[in-house]
């Protein structure tokens, strides 16, 4: 079985700041996928960003970005330029390959407050 | 146009009813999916069922049960509801191989409380 591990309950910035979430996995697949899903207030799961553990170049969607270290499974979300809008609950979460019916392990999530 | 629509978004209903959710997905994927999201916002998989088998978590109670009339609907039935049954609910759907590649659709939830 898998774990996702996301240490940080909840985290305050500046608007504009740039900001790391730190997330960590544990499982015995060598082949999975990774990814970060924002939670605003109006509760809709949104996909921010995907990895796939078999890629070494790290994912980056737009302001979004990730630090993906497979040895020390770990897998970080940076967002730069920190807006308003990003405030949100994030879950990092995991899946196995071909894992569709297994669905996805999820993390505890992180509360992300974006201060103006 | 929602591509995955969950009724009702807010149920409130006494200790011991039955009530059910209903889901429905318009974007062609064949597997759907059933989360639960507690009081202190852990997500965690319910059910995933395609045309060809249906699993179920091993956590969750047997008064909880998936109803699929066909590939676009799976509604989530639950029997004597409990306090502890008070939660979120999200319903989701993917391509069953290529659910890592294109990611889960999620619908809006349904705040489910239990008095």
């Known amino acids: 079985a898998q774990t996702v591990t996301q240490s940080q309950p909840e985290m305050s910035v500046q608007e504009a700041e740039t900001v790391t979430l730190s997330c960590t996995y544990d499982t015995s697949e060598n082949n999975y996928y990774l990814f970060w899903y924002k939670q605003p207030p109006s509760r809709q799961m949104i996909l921010v960003i995907r990895q796939e553990a078999y890629k070494q170049q790290n994912a980056t969607e737009n302001r979004f970005s990730v630090n993906f270290q497979k040895a020390a499974k770990s897998f970080s979300l940076k967002i730069s330029d920190s807006q308003l809008g990003d405030t949100a609950m994030y879950f990092c979460?995991?899946?196995?390959?071909?894992?569709?019916?297994?669905?996805?392990?999820f993390g505890k999530g992180t509360h992300l407050i974006i201060q103006p | 146009d929602t591509a995955v629509s969950q009724t009702p978004k807010y149920l409130v209903t006494q200790m011991g009813n039955d009530k059910s959710i209903k889901c429905e997905q318009n974007?062609?994927?064949?597997?759907m999916y059933w989360y639960k999201q507690d009081s202190k916002k852990f997500l965690k998989i319910m059910f995933s069922y395609n045309n060809k088998e249906l699993i179920i978590n091993e956590t969750v109670p047997n008064r909880f049960s998936p109803k699929s009339p066909d590939k676009a609907h799976l509604n989530l039935h639950i029997n004597s509801l409990e306090l502890g049954d008070s939660a979120v609910y999200f319903c989701?759907?993917?391509?069953?191989?290529?659910?890592?590649?294109?990611?889960?659709?999620f619908g809006s939830g349904t705040r489910l409380t239990v008095v």
């Open positions: 989701a759907s993917s391509r069953y191989r290529s659910a890592a590649n294109y990611g889960y659709t």
């Open positions: 979460a995991f899946m196995k390959l071909g894992g569709g019916a297994d669905g996805l392990t």
């Open positions: 974007l062609g994927h064949d597997t």
